[in-house]
């Protein structure tokens, strides 16, 4: 019998076959859906139902949340996928046969990106996060222009450096629990890394902690390595640019925050909290500053999406229960709202039949429904009140000023700044003469507003076992 | 204890020559011969894999070094020299910074990753923590080699020079489990596979492999 934690891995994997050796675009996008669909009532029976860890698998209560955030989003982009694509295929920017390619590689992303969640071995883990890069480079580059390829590119080049930087870190790891643990096997998995951290080297667990930290930090947008980040977003599919930014992005920070659960259980090794609390506050500001001069709107919301990285790397290098809790919060709505928010821009830009900002314009006026929601979206993102963004860095900056008053001041400046650029770039889009094509979008409205409707009803009011969950996981995380 | 001391040795030396070897790529300004020096990277960390195998009594790691052997130091450079030669680019190769400065950048690198790793592993067994300086040595000057490269494949060279580079640690870790040697080679073949596409489409589009062509068509330049 197959539980529930190998139903997150078979069902994509079945599904990415299929999709591969199925023709027919109607067909396929129902079967995309369907397949994204089970994983995610799988994911879901968690909660239900907790599966017993294995020395490859494991589940506790930080990975349900991420596992279960990242089914959800993966189940409503394949439903905005659908249409999207649709539309693709009719003004033939895309061939069948490459949306064939890209159905098969959506399922296999989903795929990679749930063993990375539920991966007990750090090697395991490693190699999730590997194949999941690796399959966003070729689905970047699909378009095949200029732009697309140099994108795929330059992601290919630096994910895979910081992919190799992580994998030196996982062998010093491994160097660092040998001795305790003894050779072989176990002394790659986490659970058993996790009893005995306190005995590891030090010296080599900072060493490790460093290489982990530039490499996946890579993978995670943070600001000295994140060139690769809003080329490849500009570039690709823009479902793919939602599941980029909601959910590839949390992956690695998952990897991440696991390392620093074992960093923070040796007293002698240093405390992963400061280094990540200097990363985010520099990815926080310099991304903000960056939204001003931005002129294609799905490279904005790229970089909106660093700054938002920046600001979740630092509630967890913060640290505490509180701070980890509105962290886990925050990941959670911005990977809602950035989603909705690349959903309404995929079509805007579908319609307009450009992504440049300059030849948008009176959206509210042409398209009320795209642009009312792009509206909703970004008020959404720049965190005012009342939605849930709001709640979250309200709890960040908060917490932030009980301890440390100078950082709260940094983080407030940040999300400021960016909330300025945001709404000047908005105003140009959804306000004014119209401009550009104003045709009827032919979307799927549905994503998009499920998203909002989560993110508008977390921020006024939170139930109960939700935030019984997150404060499990924010204690387990130190 | 002879056997101790000369496995040390012969490991200590094959690691040593790698790192040699990474210098040798430094300064290769010809595609063709950077591709020779390559084949000559693989074939040194094929041996020092090999060894390896024997000292640890470890035999899944024969099946790395024969992959280091038959992929890395004889398919991929003969592709590679088919593509190269296929392009018409095995002319001379440009380099952002020029090669004395790079050696000596190269040395610089060489000097800190020693002196950070020996100095974090005072405890453990000489033979790790030497495998593994050299071993972070590889890396680095896989990514100089990376940064100081315009051509895409050249770049190339550099990227599979700093995986050896991490198969060397591996290798060096006693006793690590073979989903990460396996894993290591297979993404290996995926990233040339990936990279064999790219460079097929890179040249049906602009017509040229060179880096700095590309970086005219940046997203906001226009």
Avoid at chain 1, 33 to 40: E, G, I, P, W
Avoid at chain 1, 138 to 155: D, F, N, P, S
Avoid at chain 1, 376 to 401: N, W
Avoid at chain 2, 104 to 112: E, K, N, Q, R, Y
Wanted: net charge positive; charged share 10%.
């Amino acid at each position: 019998m197959i539980d529930a934690l190998a139903g997150v891995l078979v069902i994509p994997a079945i599904a990415a076959v299929l999709l591969a050796a199925l023709p027919g675009y109607q067909m396929t996008a129902r079967l995309n859906v369907l397949a994204t669909f089970l994983t995610l009532i799988t994911a879901l029976s968690l909660y239900v139902v907790e599966p017993t860890s294995g020395p490859y698998l494991l589940v506790d209560d930080l990975n349900k949340v991420f596992i279960v955030l990242t089914t959800f989003v993966g189940f409503t982009t394949s439903v905005f996928s659908a249409s999207y694509i649709g539309h693709e295929i009719e003004i033939g920017r895309l061939t069948p046969k490459f949306v064939r390619f890209y159905h098969a590689m959506y399922q296999v992303l989903m795929f990679a990106m749930n063993l990375a969640l539920v991966a007990n071995n750090i090697g395991l883990m490693w190699v999730a996060i590997e194949t999941a890069t690796l399959t966003t480079v070729l689905m970047v580059g699909i378009y095949r222009t200029h732009e697309a390829l140099e994108a795929a590119w330059k992601y290919f080049i630096l994910g895979s450096v910081g992919i190799a930087l992580a994998l030196f870190g996982t062998i010093l790891v491994y160097m660092a629990a040998r001795p305790v643990i003894g050779e072989g096997a176990d002394a790659m998995i986490w659970s058993i890394l996790i009893t005995r951290a306190a005995q590891f080297d030090p010296a080599l667990l900072n060493v490790a902690f460093i290489f982990l930290l530039l490499g996946y930090g890579t993978k995670v947008g943070l600001a000295p390595l994140h060139a690769w980040l809003p080329d490849a977003h500009a570039e690709g599919p823009t479902p793919i640019s939602a599941v980029l930014s909601g959910l590839l992005l949390n992956v690695a920070l998952y990897a991440l925050l696991r390392f620093k659960m074992l960093l923070a259980l040796n007293p002698a090794a240093i405390a992963p909290g400061p280094l990540m609390v200097i990363m985010g506050l520099i990815s926080c500001v310099f991304a903000a500053f960056m939204l001003y001069r931005r002129r294609d709107i799905k490279r904005m919301f790229a970089y909106s999406s660093i700054e938002h990285m920046g600001i979740i790397v630092f509630a967890f290098g913060m640290g505490g229960a509180l701070a980890n809790f509105a962290g886990l919060l925050h990941m959670t709505m911005h990977s809602l709202t950035k989603s909705a928010i690349f959903f309404a821009v995929g079509h805007i830009a579908q319609v307009k039949g450009t992504q440049k900002i300059a030849d948008m314009g009176g959206l509210t006026v042409t398209n009320p429904v795209l642009g009312w929601g792009l509206v909703l979206g970004v008020v959404a993102i720049a965190g005012l009140p009342p939605l849930g963004i709001f709640m979250s860095e309200f709890l960040v900056v908060s917490s932030t000023f009980a301890r440390e008053p100078w950082l709260a001041i940094i983080l407030v400046l940040g999300i400021l700044v960016a909330l300025g650029g945001l709404f000047l770039r908005l105003n140009a889009i959804a306000f004014g003469a119209p401009r550009g094509p104003t045709a009827k979008a032919q979307a799927s409205y549905v994503p998009m507003f499920a998203h909002l409707a989560l993110v508008f009803m977390a921020g006024i009011y939170l139930p109960a076992p939700l935030v019984k969950g997150f404060e499990n996981v924010a204690r387990l995380l130190g | 204890m002879l056997r101790g001391n000369l496995s040390f040795d012969v490991a200590h030396l094959l690691a040593g020559s790698l790192v040699l070897v990474s210098f040798m790529q430094l300064y290769q300004d010809r595609l063709y011969a950077l591709l020779n020096v390559y084949a000559l990277h693989a074939l040194v960390l094929a041996a020092s894999v090999g060894w390896q195998a024997f000292v640890q009594d470890a035999p899944h790691l024969y099946v790395t070094a024969v992959i280091a052997l038959v992929f890395k130091a004889i398919i991929i450079p003969t592709a590679l020299h088919r593509i190269i030669v296929r392009l018409g680019i095995h002319r001379e190769i440009e380099t952002v910074v020029g090669v004395g400065p790079t050696m000596l950048l190269g040395m610089g690198l060489v000097a800190l990753s020693m002196v950070v790793m020996l100095r974090v592993t005072a405890e453990a067994d000489p033979l790790a923590r030497e495998d593994l300086a050299f071993a972070l040595a590889v890396v680095l000057l896989g990514l100089l080699m990376m940064v100081t490269r315009r051509n895409a494949v050249s770049q190339v060279v550099g990227f599979m020079s700093l995986e050896n580079g991490l198969v060397l640690a591996a290798t060096g870790a006693k006793g690590m489990p073979l989903v990460v040697e396996i894993s290591v080679a297979f993404s290996v073949l995926i990233a040339f596979i990936v990279i064999g596409i790219f460079l097929f489409r890179i040249r049906e589009r602009f017509d040229t492999v060179d880096i700095q062509a590309l970086d005219r068509f940046r997203g906001e330049r226009q």
